[in-house]
T-cell receptor, first 113, second 116 residues
Framework: GENVEQHPSTLSVQEGDSAVIKCTYS??????FPWYKQELGKRPQLIID?????GEKKDQRIAVTLNKTAKHFSLHITETQPEDSAVYFC????????????FGTGTRLKVLA | NAGVTQTPKFRVLKTGQSMTLLCAQD?????MYWYRQDPGMGLRLIHY???????AKGEVPDGYNVSRLKKQNFLLGLESAAPSQTSVYFC???????????????FGAGTRLSVL
């Protein structure tokens, strides 16, 4: 079936340290993998995405890596800051006939000052 | 250009009451989606639409109905609300081209629904 698993569910890091969140997906045909940040009471906001034709993408302190063979992708946040504290969701675009996004269950990141 | 707009923002219902949530997008997107978000469970797809006049079931469709009579609007209906439908509901839209040029999904601000 269509499934995305996300780990860990909670993550606490010291300010300045790195944070890594990992996701696995079930369908090898998936070709688009976005990451969202959601602050309390707000809508999910796209922070970075990656397509299946690349293995890594970076945007300042945020990077995403993709391993299509193993069907997993990861979000890396370096030099974490208190404002990085939020819930992060991964998703995979499933394209069997129609386009559907399946989300992971989220990671609550706490950056400790 | 407002993007994706959801109404209402908040609603309290009694068990058995009905209501309709409205989602409107002004980006001419073909695809529209309704999700529910519950603590610890991420965003779960309720129903989605691949174009005007079409709808399809997602992961958790029971208890909900949808309609897409106009391309820009996607309605989510609860015919007889139950406490288990207490949740935050998000609408989203997206546009897809061959070759994966555009797959970004745009979200509305959400509707917080409580069923007593």
């Amino acid at each position: 079936g269509e499934n995305v698993e996300q780990h860990p569910s909670t993550l606490s890091v010291q300010e300045g340290d790195s944070a890594v969140i990992k996701c696995t997906y079930s369908d090898s045909a998936s070709n688009y993998f976005p990451w969202y940040k959601q602050e309390l009471g707000k809508r999910p906001q796209l922070i970075i995405d990656i397509r299946s034709n690349v293995g890594e993408k970076k945007d300042q302190r945020i990077a995403v890596t993709l391993n299509k063979t193993a069907k997993h992708f990861s979000l890396h946040i370096t030099e974490t800051q208190p404002e990085d504290s939020a819930v992060y969701f991964c998703a995979a675009l499933f394209t069997s006939g129609t386009y559907k996004y399946i989300f992971g269950t989220g990671t609550r990141l706490k950056v400790l000052a | 250009n407002a993007g994706v707009t959801q109404t209402p923002k908040f609603r309290v219902l009694k068990t058995g009451q009905s209501m309709t949530l409205l989602c409107a997008q002004d980006m001419n997107h073909e695809y529209m989606y309704w999700y529910r978000q519950d603590p610890g469970m991420g965003l779960r797809l309720i129903h989605y639409s691949v174009g005007e006049g079409t709808t399809a079931k997602g992961e958790v469709p029971d208890g909900y109905n949808v309609s897409r009579l106009k391309k820009q609007n996607f309605l989510l209906g609860l015919e007889s609300a139950a406490p288990s439908q207490t949740s935050v509901y998000f609408c989203a839209s997206s546009y897809h081209l061959a070759g994966d040029v555009e797959n970004i999904q745009y979200f509305g601000a959400g509707t917080r629904l409580s069923v007593l």
